[in-house]
Each structure stands twice: as structure tokens, then as C-alpha cells.
């Protein structure tokens, strides 16, 4: 099993920016996904990049064009820049990871996932 580890948290105000960062051991080897818990709400899907080398994405319509998922095999990381953040992106951030080449945005789908970071919008 991978040790994901997320960093890049913390408290930003409304329209700035946050990157987040996904780091374990041969991440390059697996498909990444990021997702997010509000809070009193359910985890949802946010991000997904493909191991292939296409580098597929997929983004949720509700960050499309603000958030950008991206990756570095030489680092074995996966970043999530999050542009423009608004106060309804509060939520603890999760990476997970799958060993099959596409993205999916179903929990069950991943298998391995990092303990999660705070991200808090306010002002």
C-alpha cells in the first residue's frame, strides 16, 4: 500500500490561491484523485489524474477553471493549485490513489488514500 501524504494546507482568504501536494513512494505508478469534506457534508470527488502517458485529467464542474490538477513523476507528487478559492472549498482535502490508468470519482475506486488537510476559506 502507498504512504500518501498531503501538505499545503492551511487558512486563505476568498479569491487568493492554495497549492496542495500529494507525495508517497512510486506514486508515479498510480492514477491520483483528490477529493474534499465539507463540513456536516458527505466527501466528494474533485480531481483525478492518470498515471498513462497522456497525463488525462478530469475536474468537478464546481472548481473547473479555477482548479488544476497536475503531476510530477521525477518528485512522485501530485499537485492541486487551487485558484480563486471561495469560501464553499473549505473542507479537509483527501489524495487517493488507484492502480488502473483511469480516472474515476467513486471512493471505492481508490485504494489507498493520506490522512487529509485542512483547508479553510475565510477572511
Known amino acids: 500500500h502507498l504512504q500518501l501524504v498531503e501538505s499545503g494546507g492551511g487558512l486563505v482568504q476568498p479569491g487568493k490561491s492554495l497549492k496542495l501536494s500529494c507525495s508517497a513512494d512510486?506514486?508515479?505508478?498510480?492514477?491520483v484523485g483528490w477529493f474534499r469534506q465539507a463540513p456536516g457534508k458527505e466527501r466528494e470527488w474533485v480531481s483525478c489524474?492518470?498515471?498513462?502517458?497522456?497525463?488525462?485529467?478530469e475536474t468537478a464542474d464546481s472548481v473547473k477553471g479555477r482548479f488544476i490538477i497536475s503531476r510530477d513523476n521525477v518528485e512522485n507528487t501530485v499537485t492541486l493549485q487551487m485558484d480563486s478559492v471561495e469560501p464553499g472549498d473549505t473542507g479537509v482535502y483527501f489524495c487517493?490513489?488507484?492502480?488502473?490508468?483511469?480516472?474515476?470519482?467513486?471512493?471505492?475506486?481508490?485504494?489507498?488514500w493520506g490522512q487529509g488537510i485542512l483547508v479553510t476559506v475565510s477572511s
Open positions: 487517493a490513489a488507484r492502480s488502473g490508468p483511469a480516472c474515476r470519482s467513486s471512493d471505492s475506486d481508490f485504494e489507498d
Open positions: 512510486h506514486l508515479r505508478f498510480h492514477t
Open positions: 489524474i492518470s498515471y498513462s502517458s497522456s497525463g488525462f485529467t
